[in-house]
C-alpha cells in the first residue's frame, strides 16, 4: 500500500507570513494526525481527526494554526502568520479504525526566518 | 494531560553491547507504548510495541517490558550493531488514541 504522503517537504518563509502543508493518509485510513516536531524533541500532537471531525486540538495554537479535514480524507495545516518559533518538522500520521500503529509520513521542514 | 520522560537523552555503546532505553508514564488511561525508531532527517518509524494487558514482549534483539502499577516502560537491544544507532521515542497512548511522546535517546553504537 501507499504510504502517508506529505508536500511540500520543505518551506522557507519569512516571519508573519502564511504557510499551509498537505497530508493525503494511507487509503483506508479513518484516523489522521498532525504532529510538530521541534529539532532535539519528540513529535507534539496538534490535532487529531476521526474522519472529518475533530477528536482532539487542545494542543493547536488556535490564533494561528488551523487544520481542516473536509472530506474525511486528505488534510491541511495552516499556520498565519508565523513566528520564528513555529519553525520544525510538520509530521502527519495516519491509523486504521483497528490498529494504534501509526504510520507517519516524510513530514515538512519548515524554517520561519 | 499525559506526560512522558525518557531517560537517558544520549547513549553510547561498543558494539554488541545492550542498549536500555526506560520511560515513565503519568496517566493510567494509556493502555499502548509503542517504540519508534527515527534516522537523521527520516520519518518514525515503530520498532515495537506492548499494550497494557502484557508484561513483556520481544522481536529478535529487541524487547519491551511493561510496569502497569509503576507506569515505566522500557526498551531493550541487545547485541547492538551500528546501523541500530539513531534516535528512539517511547509513547504513551490512550484508547482515544492520543499518543504522547517522549523526547528522545540518541543512541550511537561504535564499532
Known amino acids: 500500500e501507499a504510504g502517508v504522503a506529505q508536500s511540500p517537504r520543505y518551506k522557507i518563509i519569512e516571519k508573519r507570513q502564511s504557510v499551509a502543508f498537505w497530508c493525503n493518509p494511507i487509503s483506508g485510513h479513518a484516523t489522521l494526525y498532525w504532529y510538530q516536531q521541534i529539532l532535539g524533541q519528540g513529535p507534539k500532537l496538534l490535532i487529531q481527526f476521526q474522519n472529518n471531525g475533530v477528536v482532539d486540538d487542545s494542543q493547536l495554537p488556535k490564533d494561528r494554526f488551523s487544520a481542516e479535514r473536509l472530506k474525511g480524507v486528505d488534510s491541511t495545516l495552516k499556520i498565519q502568520p508565523a513566528k520564528l518559533e513555529d519553525s520544525a518538522v510538520y509530521l502527519c500520521?495516519?491509523?486504521?479504525?483497528?490498529?494504534?500503529?501509526?504510520?507517519f509520513g516524510p513530514g515538512t521542514r519548515l524554517t520561519v526566518t | 494531560g499525559e506526560n512522558v520522560e525518557q531517560h537517558p537523552s544520549t547513549l553510547s555503546v561498543q558494539e554488541g553491547d545492550s542498549a536500555v532505553i526506560k520511560c515513565t508514564y503519568s496517566d493510567s488511561a494509556s493502555n499502548y507504548f509503542p517504540w519508534y525508531k527515527q534516522e537523521l532527517g527520516k520519518r518514525p518509524q515503530l520498532i515495537i510495541d506492548i499494550r497494557s494487558n502484557v508484561g513483556e514482549k520481544k522481536d529478535q534483539r529487541i524487547a519491551v517490558t511493561l510496569n502497569k502499577t509503576a507506569k515505566h516502560f522500557s526498551l531493550h537491544i541487545t547485541e547492538t550493531q551500528p546501523e541500530d544507532s539513531a534516535v528512539y521515542f517511547c509513547?504513551?497512548?490512550?484508547?482515544?488514541?492520543?499518543?504522547?511522546f517522549g523526547d528522545g535517546t540518541t543512541l550511537t553504537v561504535k564499532p
Open positions: 500520521a495516519s491509523t486504521r479504525d483497528t490498529s494504534y500503529e501509526q504510520y
Open positions: 509513547a504513551a497512548t490512550t484508547n482515544a488514541g492520543k499518543s504522547t
